[in-house]
C-alpha cells in the first residue's frame, strides 16, 4: 500500500520536474505502461478504461495473460475466471459466463460478457446442488438439446466448482 | 469437444443463455434474487394474415419448438 502511495506522489510531482532539471529517474517513471481495460455487462461496466497491469483470461484457446502492447487479437472466452492485477500487484478476480475478449492495437482490452460477479458472491453449495441436477439430466434419456444444455452447465458448473476450493 | 453443443443444434447465443443462466443460480441467495430477474424474457408475436390477426405466441416457446424441429431434421 505504501508502495502505491509513492508511486501517486511520484505522479503528481512530474509537471514540476519539467521546471527543475531532472535529477534523477525514480522506478515509477520507468514501468508507466499500463493496459487499459474495459470489463462490460449488459446491464453494468465493471471497469471503465481503467488502467491496470495485467488480464488474465480464460479464452477458448488456452489461459492467457495480457500486458500492455499485445498484439492486437480477438478471443473467445470459456465460463471461467478472469483476474485483473492492478497497479501495486493487488489482484481482482471474477467469473464470467462467456463472451469475447477484443485487444485492440493501442493497449486497450475489452472484455464482453453476459454475466460476471466477484468470487465472493457464489455460494458453493447452489453449484454443488446443480451439478448433481445436471448430472442427472446430462445421463438421463431426455432429448439431445436437454442434454447438450445440461453438458453446458455442467462445464460452467465444474469450472465455478475449482476456483471456489 | 469443445463445441459439442454446436452438434446437437443449439446456437451460440442459445449456449450464452444457459451458461448465463447457470452463473446466476450459483450466486449467494441475495445478489441471486436481483440477477434472476435479468434472466427473463416475455415477448410474445403474432402473425398478420389478409389484416387479420393471427394467434398470439410467446416467442421464447416458439424458439424452442423451432429448435426441436430443426434438430430433427438433420
Known amino acids: 500500500m505504501s508502495s502505491l502511495r509513492f508511486a501517486r506522489s511520484a505522479f503528481r510531482a512530474r509537471p514540476s520536474a519539467f521546471r527543475v532539471p531532472l535529477q534523477r529517474r525514480g522506478y515509477a517513471e520507468a514501468v508507466s505502461d499500463k493496459i487499459k481495460l474495459s470489463l462490460t455487462l449488459p446491464h453494468q461496466s465493471i471497469f471503465k478504461s481503467t488502467g491496470v497491469v495485467q488480464v488474465n483470461i480464460p479464452a477458448e484457446s488456452g489461459e492467457m495473460g495480457v500486458l500492455a502492447n499485445h498484439v492486437p487479437s480477438i478471443e473467445q472466452l470459456k465460463p471461467g475466471l478472469v483476474e485483473i492485477v492492478e497497479e501495486g500487484g493487488a489482484s481482482k478476480k471474477f467469473f464470467l459466463s462467456g463472451g469475447f475478449a477484443v485487444v485492440q492495437p493501442d493497449s486497450q482490452l475489452s472484455i464482453n460478457a453476459v454475466e460476471g460477479f466477484p468470487l465472493e458472491e457464489f455460494s458453493i453449495d447452489n453449484v454443488r446442488s446443480q451439478i448433481a441436477e445436471a448430472q442427472k439430466i446430462a445421463n438421463g434419456s431426455g432429448s439431445e438439446q436437454d442434454i447438450a444444455e445440461a453438458k453446458i452447465e455442467l462445464e460452467v458448473l465444474e469450472s465455478l466448482q475449482a476456483v471456489l476450493k | ?74
Open chain 2, 1 to 74: 469437444m469443445a463445441f459439442a453443443w454446436k452438434a446437437a443444434g443449439l446456437t451460440y447465443n442459445r449456449y450464452l443463455t444457459v451458461a448465463a443462466r447457470a452463473v446466476r443460480r450459483s450466486l449467494k441467495d441475495g445478489p441471486r434474487a436481483a440477477a434472476e430477474r435479468r434472466g427473463n424474457m416475455d415477448l410474445r408475436f403474432a402473425k398478420w394474415e389478409n389484416g387479420k390477426q393471427g394467434e398470439v405466441k410467446s416467442l421464447a416457446k416458439a424458439n424452442d419448438e423451432a429448435l426441436a424441429a430443426q434438430a430433427e431434421s438433420k
